[in-house]
């Protein structure tokens, strides 16, 4: 049972370069969230989703999209990398509303 | 949107002295979270409060959420080189989405 698994955990991209971030868990849980954080600050809201298929804006959405195909995955996409991405990004999984947050380890990305 | 505060922003101690750090939300929660990162990890559950004016404890921690339900609190007593690193208050609204302050960062001088 790993729980909230993020790949992978070290990128670096070049501006204008696209990836996706990868988010699993093997929780059964409903809700899914990406958040990045900036050096030295709290947790940003990027998108989240409250079950298979469906997904919303959370407090910083521009230059990411995100799909949840699969209940257990969560991809969050970057088109066109841009310095001001540099972040870590951590995955978090809900069972549902009202329920503790599981986060994955993190992703460190860096874009040069 | 939902905004949630968090102060301070840093905090340094001596061991064996209290700390609290303070929560603010500009809407009414349905629940707040506390959660621990230690430098280089990341966010660990602590405790959800759900009630008006709810009081929880564990151990040295204590735990507080407004009778309003917009604010939130956690104390520390008597600190330890273990509660070192930063607190953070998170809150669900009427959305669904779960939103951090902006945390506390804790150092505790032995």
């Known amino acids: 049972n790993a729980g909230v698994t993020q790949t992978p955990k070290f990128r670096v991209l070049k501006t204008g370069q696209s990836m996706t971030l990868l988010c699993a868990q093997d929780?059964?849980?409903?809700?899914m969230y990406w958040y990045r954080q900036d050096q030295g600050m709290g947790l940003r809201l990027i998108h989240y989703s409250v079950g298979e298929g469906t997904t919303a804006k959370g407090e910083v959405p521009d230059g990411y999209n995100v799909s949840r195909l699969k209940k257990q995955n969560f991809l969050l996409g970057l088109e066109s990398a841009a310095p001001s991405q540099t972040s870590v990004y951590f995955c978090a999984a809900q069972r549902g509303f009202k329920e503790k947050l599981f986060f994955g380890s993190g992703t460190q990305l860096s874009v040069l | 949107g939902q905004q949630v505060m968090q102060i301070p922003q840093y905090q340094h101690v001596q061991e064996g002295e209290d700390f609290t750090t303070y929560c603010n939300s500009s809407?009414?929660?349905?629940?707040i979270q506390w959660y621990k990162q230690r430098p280089g990890g990341h966010p660990v559950f602590l405790i959800q409060l759900v009630k008006s004016g709810e009081v929880k404890k564990q151990k040295r921690l204590t735990f507080q959420f407004g009778e309003a339900k917009k604010n939130s609190s956690l104390h520390i007593t008597a600190t330890q080189t273990t509660d070192v690193g930063t607190y953070f208050c998170a809150g669900q609204g009427i959305r669904d989405d779960m939103r951090f302050g902006a945390g506390t960062r804790l150092t505790v001088k032995p």
């Open positions: 929780m059964n849980h409903e809700y």
């Open positions: 809407t009414t929660l349905s629940n």
